[in-house]
């Protein structure tokens, strides 16, 4: 099988690029918006005619939260009509078309149970807003071929593009380090997940192909980004405090979900959840990235 990833020089591209072809399928990478901006439908429908991809894993978006709140057109361009577009030019061609989602798009309360694929949205951003038009696009113009897959809190090797690099476990290390003060909201909880976990699920997708339509696809367990931030500045051997602090003590342009845990209802329902407990993820991640010295 053929695999075309949209965004291959990002986080979660860079681990399919490596896991896709370690599962036995292969990856064609389109690094970023200067190969192949999604948002051009006449050179994605190029990209498909040229490779006749059997899929295409979709990583790419306008993911800055606070900013899609004063650029709504950037947000409803990249996020939504893009995806649209290009789930109809896949449906046409008999294309699987993964789109990569949010857990932004979903909120519980706190201490509520975990949010199933069924559950009712309640998307608060233009952010969380576009991603979800993205999902329903996805769904509506790709209903036998389109998968929205989504996901939460990404860590992995490749640091997040949009963020220079870094995802937040690395902010918090390079922080640390520096010995800057550490202020980590306690009122967000979330189920952060690991990207190299992440596409080994999304090639046991491909490989399985359970249906199309939406699944939740996080790590297991839950925790608020504070407690986050101190496991992960734990495990990394560095002694430092981190003072909890609410939201509301960040002025951030765009509303974040206070818990937006998802429950990987469906994969288990069709028997295919491989992801795992945060803690291991993280526990892999940071004995990968942050060895302790020898
Ligand atoms: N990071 C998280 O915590 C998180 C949480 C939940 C869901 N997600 C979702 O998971 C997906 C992957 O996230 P990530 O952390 O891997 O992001 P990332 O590291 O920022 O990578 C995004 C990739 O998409 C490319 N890209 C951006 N705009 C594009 C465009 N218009 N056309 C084509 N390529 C474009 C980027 O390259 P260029 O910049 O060079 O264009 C980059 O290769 C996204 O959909 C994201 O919203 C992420």
Redesign the pocket.
């Known amino acids: 099988m053929k695999v075309a990833v949209?965004?291959?020089?990002?986080?979660?591209?860079h681990d399919l690029m490596r896991i896709l072809p370690a599962a036995g399928l292969e990856a064609i990478g389109?690094?970023?918006?200067?190969e192949?901006?999604?948002?051009n439908a006449a050179a994605v429908e190029a990209m498909l005619e040229s490779h006749r991809p059997d899929a295409v894993i979709?990583?790419?978006?306008?993911?800055h939260v606070d900013l899609c709140e004063s650029r709504p057109d950037d947000a409803w361009k990249?996020n939504a009509v893009?995806v649209r577009d290009a789930a109809k030019a896949c449906q046409k061609r008999k294309i699987l078309w993964m789109q990569?989602?949010?857990?932004?798009v979903a909120e519980g309360w706190p201490g509520c149970q975990p949010i199933a694929e069924t559950a009712a949205v309640c998307p608060k951003s233009i952010y969380a807003a576009s991603?979800f038009a993205g999902d329903c696009l996805t769904l509506a113009h790709a209903p036998e071929y389109g998968y929205v897959v989504?996901?939460?809190?990404?860590f992995?090797i490749?640091?997040?593009?949009?963020?220079g690099g870094l995802?937040?476990v690395d902010t918090m290390i390079a922080a640390a380090r520096a010995g800057k003060p550490l202020r980590v909201v306690s009122d967000q909880i979330v189920a952060p997940t690991a990207?190299d976990t992440l596409s080994r699920q999304l090639a046991a997708l491909l490989e399985h192909q359970p249906g199309p339509g939406l699944y939740h696809a996080v790590s297991h367990g839950q925790c608020s980004w504070h407690e986050f931030a101190q496991t992960a500045l734990r495990m990394a051997g560095l002694t430092v405090t981190v003072e909890p602090v609410s939201s509301t003590a960040f002025a951030a342009a765009a509303i974040r979900p206070r818990y937006s845990v998802l429950d990987n209802a469906r994969l288990r329902t069709v028997g295919l959840d491989l992801m795992e407990d945060w803690q291991k993820s993280l526990q892999r991640y940071i004995a990968c990235k942050y060895p302790p010295p020898a």
């Open positions: 949209i965004g291959s020089s990002g986080q979660l591209g389109f690094f970023g918006r200067l192949l901006d999604i948002a979709n990583t790419a978006a306008f993911h990249i893009a990569i989602g949010t857990d932004y991603r989504r996901t939460c809190g990404l992995g490749a640091g997040c593009k949009l963020k995802n937040f990207t």
